[in-house]
């Protein structure tokens, strides 16, 4: 199966600041690689994602790129501000059923923007 | 608004207890999806349900059983559950694109059911 590894585990950065978090996954017949946000006590959001026909992807300050050939993808978050603090998960994606997609989480990151 | 609604937020029960947990969504997906998520963890999988019918079960407990009565509702019924299953249990719906064919769409996840057993 799927396997998801996520660096670092924490990450302080100050107010204003950029941050990043890398991810590399196992199954090169993955596709699909979403970012999810969980604050505390609150579900996981959808922020960003990326499919494998594409390299790159941005959003405002929030930016995901893939590199097939390594299997890895990374997020960047610009201009960090106190409300970008929370775990960070990202995800791959497989199809194992072939119907219903099955998605493989990474550890987390804990990002704590400081002011 | 949270599009996938999870009821209740909360629940304490006893190991010798039986109850429910509800899930809906109106967005027309047609994959449901059951997870199972401890403190600073990421999301297990447990269930995944395409077009009402159970596609994935990843080796969980008999004491954990799902039920998927229509394309908007998926129900998780709890019996004789272990002090190890207190943790959040969060529910996501996704699009399919036809039969057998896989999809690429985003999982929405509802807020959760916290839920303690004694």
């Known amino acids: 199966g799927e396997n998801v590894e996520q660096h670092p585990s924490t990450l302080s950065v100050q107010e204003g600041d950029s941050a990043v978090i890398k991810c590399t996954y196992s199954?090169?017949?993955?596709?699909?690689f979403p970012w999810y946000k969980q604050e505390l006590g609150k579900r996981p959001q959808l922020i960003i994602d990326?499919?494998?026909?594409?390299g790159e992807k941005k959003d405002q300050r929030i930016a995901v790129t893939l590199n097939k050939t390594a299997k890895h993808f990374s997020l960047h978050i610009t201009e960090t501000q106190p409300e970008d603090s929370a775990v960070y998960f990202c995800a791959a994606s497989s199809t194992p059923s072939g119907s219903a997609r099955q998605l493989t989480f990474g550890s987390g990151t804990q990002l704590t923007v400081l002011p | 608004d949270t599009e996938v609604t999870q009821t209740p937020k909360h629940l304490v029960m006893g190991m010798t207890n039986k109850k429910s947990l509800k899930c809906e969504q109106h967005m027309g997906h047609r994959a449901m999806y059951w997870y199972k998520q401890k403190a600073k963890k990421p999301p297990e999988l447990m269930f995944v349900y395409s077009y009402e019918k159970l596609s994935i079960n990843e080796s969980v407990p008999s004491r954990f059983s799902p039920e998927c009565p229509n394309s908007s509702l998926l129900n998780l019924h709890l019996h004789a559950l272990q002090p190890e299953d207190s943790a959040l249990y969060l529910c996501?719906?996704?699009?399919?694109?036809?039969?057998?064919?896989?999809?690429?769409?985003?999982?929405?996840f509802g807020d959760g059911t916290r839920l303690s057993i004694l």
């Open positions: 996501a719906s996704s699009r399919v694109l036809g039969q057998g064919r896989p999809s690429n769409q985003p999982q929405h």
């Open positions: 990326i499919r494998s026909n594409v």
């Open positions: 199954d090169s017949a993955s596709n699909y």
